[in-house]
């Protein structure tokens, strides 16, 4: 079996090139690769188009890149928590293709399972099928791109026919993913919501880049706990239990009085 560890971010990132396509996991600010984000910055790499739910805040997790102009294009689920985002969509600096979620998270898993496309019903009669949402905007107000009009098929499904929007898999150069727990071959354990993108962006990378709190030897893992096997990861980096983590919102619950 192949030890697939590395000793630095930098090293993990070296081969990314300008204008290379990044699957990036992480739900809100929940399973952000951020050593790998903030190796990638420090490289310099820009003109990237990048697959994630969203793209962070301002100061953390891709909005660093984005704040540092270093992407293109986004294609994501969720982008309300980021200034800059919408400066820079509305002003025609960044593309944006705006995917539902649970599309989103479905063509990247089908791209990572080998499936071209597939038909789904979220989205029939909107202009996700439809066409003419912006997708680049030409500074002036205009639209300079807008997203093109989908096939629509209908289906005979529990004996009655329903229209079904058909959309294509996701495949990327890279991945860039965070585990609360990996060995040397790559197998990885994910925490709570930082399951929710992280292992569907891994699959869709040609290349996985995988920064884990905890490295362990091959064996130590159980292997039914396992939610992304080996043969999907290819470097391995241990960025240890103490790495920054932040919160998106912090919501606490009023005080209450006596013994209520």
């Not at 071209?116 to 912006?134: R, S």
């Not at 791109?145 to 996701?170: C, M, Q, W």
Request: hydrophobic letters at 40%; one cysteine or more.
């Amino acid at each position: 079996m192949i030890d697939k560890t590395v000793g630095s971010a930098a090293e993990a990132v070296a081969d990314i090139p300008d204008g290379a396509s990044l699957a990036v996991g992480g739900f809100g600010l929940s399973g952000n690769p951020i050593a790998l984000i903030e190796a990638l910055l420090a490289q310099g790499t820009t003109d990237l188009s990048i697959v994630s739910n969203n793209c962070g805040v301002d100061d953390w997790g891709l909005g660093i890149l984005l704040n540092a102009k270093r992407i293109r294009k986004m294609t994501s689920s969720y982008v309300g928590e980021n200034k800059e985002f919408e400066r820079q969509f509305l002003s025609g600096e960044l593309e944006l293709e705006l995917t539902p979620q649970g599309t989103l998270a479905e063509k990247l898993r089908a791209g990572g399972s080998g499936i071209a496309a597939f038909y789904t019903q979220t989205g029939v009669g909107t202009q996700v099928a439809e066409g003419g949402l912006p997708r680049k905007y030409d500074g002036a107000g205009g639209i300079a791109v807008a997203s093109p009009v989908k096939d629509v098929r209908t289906f005979d499904v529990s004996g009655a026919p329903r229209e079904y929007v058909l959309e294509e898999a996701i495949v990327t150069d890279y991945a860039l993913v965070h585990a609360r727990r990996g060995d040397r071959y790559g197998n990885l354990i994910f925490n709570k919501s930082a399951r929710n993108f992280n292992p569907l962006a891994a699959m869709a990378g040609r290349i996985c880049i995988a920064q884990v709190e905890e490295l362990v030897e091959p064996g130590e893992l159980d292997p039914d706990c396992i939610h992304l096997p080996g043969i999907y990861v290819h470097r391995v980096l241990e960025v240890g239990t103490g790495i920054e983590k932040r919160i998106e919102r912090r919501t606490v619950a009023a005080a209450t009085s006596g013994g209520d």
